[in-house]
DNA sequence: AACCTTATTGCAATGCATTGCGATAGACTA
DNA sequence: TAGTCTATCGCAATGCATTGCAATAAGGTT
């Protein structure tokens, strides 16, 4: 399973934003450091996921690497992304369509917000999370992953014109 | 598109619960009413979904259904699936790894909270949400829709084993 | 340099969900 | 009842994501 190997994520296993290396750097002394190979293939996902910075779903990556290193299945691409995760240099979550979509730790983790109604996609920063993240904390106990906050509703002007 | 569907359902056309006709009774008016025909297959999902309250996979409701009508293909589920979704009478939302689940509305409408540490996975009902709601309307301006409101995090005892 | 161990890759197959299309069958009209 | 219109269905094909397996390549050891 895909999704799992995100909770091997610990606090403090996250990379911190070095200023130091870059992030190619940083990717290869982790993923070394685990006992890992870091490969041509690997540094051209990392790049290819680096350069679509907003999002990109997993379908857009492969094809993406495909047409950088046509060598390069699918596979390859979806397991090095799940390493990728796996560090926490990375993240994906589930679309409204359930598709996947990533994009790298480097952009601050951040949430996501769909509109039902005019299909709008809004995106949640940290800072505005914060009260919805400690209301379910609050609630529930739960720590919820900001990164996989992936809310669905009906944003201010739908729901006026559905009022009306 | 699957998802934009649920968009249709404006506020007002969910069912009320009526102790009067049964599901089948209306679930039968609603889609006469549309035009549309209530053939024994629908019935058959319908009855199928009803019968695994909890959750569902489409492809245990297709499993499952096939078992009972082997004539019965996935298209055919996986539409009327989304018919009864227009309808309001069924949701689905997108679990971890992307897949869907069905419930009726008849079940409560309700969120779901899964820890990213042992796999939990608890459901949240609309009197728990209410605060979560609030404060995601107080930030964003969104209205969210409860059903596919699917958290992951850290539940209270994976939070504490991390901060040992 | 030859060797061993193990991570990585490509390939092919699988599963789930979706869609287009032609055939069928239901409902309604005359 | 015959005829028309259109919703529904089954089939086959497609797309995305995942996995098992065998071949390969990388890294370290002697």
């Known amino acids: 399973m895909h999704c799992n ?8 296993m996250k990379p911190t934003p070095d200023p130091q290396g870059s992030l190619a ?3 290869q002394a982790a993923v070394q450091g685990r006992g890992q190979r870091w490969t041509e ?7 290819v996921l680096a350069a ?13 690497v ?24 990375a993240s994906h979550h589930h679309g ?11 952009v601050l983790a951040h949430g996501h ?15 505005a999370a ?10 529930t106990g739960y720590a919820a992953d900001l990164d996989h906050l992936s809310l669905q509703g009906r944003c201010p002007s739908c729901r006026a014109a559905a009022a009306r």
Chains 1, 2 share one sequence.
Do not use: M, N
Not at 5 to 12: A, D, E, M, T, Y
Not at 96 to 106: A, I, K, N, P, Q
């Open 130 to 139: 914060k009260p919805i993240l400690a209301a379910i904390e609050r609630v």
């Open 96 to 106: 409204v369509d359930g598709r996947e979509t990533y994009h790298l730790e480097e």
């Open 25 to 27: 750097t940083r990717l």
């Open 66 to 89: 495909r047409a950088a290193d046509p060598s390069a299945t699918p596979s390859t691409v979806y397991r090095t992304l799940d390493l990728l995760e796996e560090l926490g240099f």
């Open 52 to 64: 679509s910075d907003g999002h990109a779903t997993g379908a857009e990556l492969v094809e993406r």
């Open 5 to 12: 190997k995100v909770s091997r994520i610990l606090p403090g």
């Open 113 to 127: 917000l769909h509109c039902q109604g005019c299909g709008a996609e809004v995106e949640l920063d940290a800072a």
């Open 41 to 47: 293939q690997r540094q051209l996902i990392a790049d």
